[in-house]
């Protein structure tokens, strides 16, 4: 069975400080990646996606990278945290048929990030 | 503008109620339509998945429909228990050249009261 974790599940990190949460997946191959924040309140905004090792989409500019150094390992980093990088960040999975369609998004628990 | 709209933002309903959440998209090529049911400070968990030929399905209280002419969906819940408080998420798989991409509606939280 294929299961995802991510971690670490909440984080308090000064302003200006480095930032690196992480994503793996087990029991697939050549999974769709993504990243997504949540806002207090709000909705989930897709960040970064990616559909192999090394090939990031960015959907908003931010003080966010993301990186997939392996096929089933994605990172999202940040050089200095902003306060306005505080919320809930969730990682996703979902496993991508050669014809382009692909299965349910499976999402990990989420890290909750607060920036003070 | 959100490519997948929900409505409404927020809904309070007495326990035993039913309730119908709705789900407008403008993205395309359309390849299927999910909605999901996320607790507070916990991960989404899918709860229906549905193609473009498909009009309605159920899981449990929950029934979606899909009316991919007016690119519209809904989520009815019936006989709501007090622990289908939760916000509820509208998905939409669009094709792109490299694969699915997932586009999520801003969701609708819902509170069931007794």
């Known amino acids: 069975s294929q299961t995802i974790h991510q971690w670490p599940a909440t984080l308090v990190q000064p302003v200006g400080s480095p930032l690196s949460l992480e994503c793996t997946v087990e029991?697939?191959?050549?999974?769709?990646l993504y990243w997504y924040r949540q806002a207090a309140g709000r909705g989930l905004q897709l960040l970064f996606y990616?559909?192999?090792?090394?090939?990031i989409s960015s959907e908003v500019p931010q003080n966010l990278s993301a990186s997939r150094p392996q096929d089933r390992q994605f990172i999202l980093s940040s050089k200095k945290l902003l306060l306005s990088d505080s919320g809930f960040y969730l990682c996703?999975?979902?496993?991508?048929?050669?014809?382009?369609?692909?299965?349910?998004?499976?999402f990990g628990q989420g890290t909750r990030l607060t920036v003070v | 503008k959100n490519q997948v709209e929900q409505s409404p933002q927020s809904l309070i309903i007495l326990e035993g109620k039913n309730c119908t959440l709705q789900?407008?998209?403008?993205?395309?090529?359309?390849?299927?339509l999910r909605w999901y049911k996320q607790d507070t400070g916990r991960g989404p968990v899918s709860l229906t998945i549905?193609?473009?030929?498909?009009n309605t399905k159920s899981n449990g209280r929950y029934t979606a429909t899909l009316d991919a002419d007016t690119k519209q969906s809904s989520l009815h819940i019936t006989a709501s228990q007090l622990s289908d408080s939760a916000s509820y998420i509208c998905?939409?798989?669009?094709?792109?050249?490299?694969?699915?991409?997932?586009?999520f509606g801003g969701g609708t939280r819902l509170m069931v009261k007794p």
């Open positions: 029991g697939t191959s050549n999974p769709n």
């Open positions: 990616s559909v192999g090792i090394g090939q």
């Open positions: 998905v939409v798989s669009v094709i792109r050249n490299a694969g699915n991409m997932l586009t």
């Open positions: 789900c407008n998209y403008t993205v395309s090529p359309f390849s299927n």
């Open positions: 996703a999975w979902s496993k991508r048929w050669p014809g382009g369609g692909d299965t349910e998004a499976f």
């Open positions: 549905m193609t473009f030929s498909e």
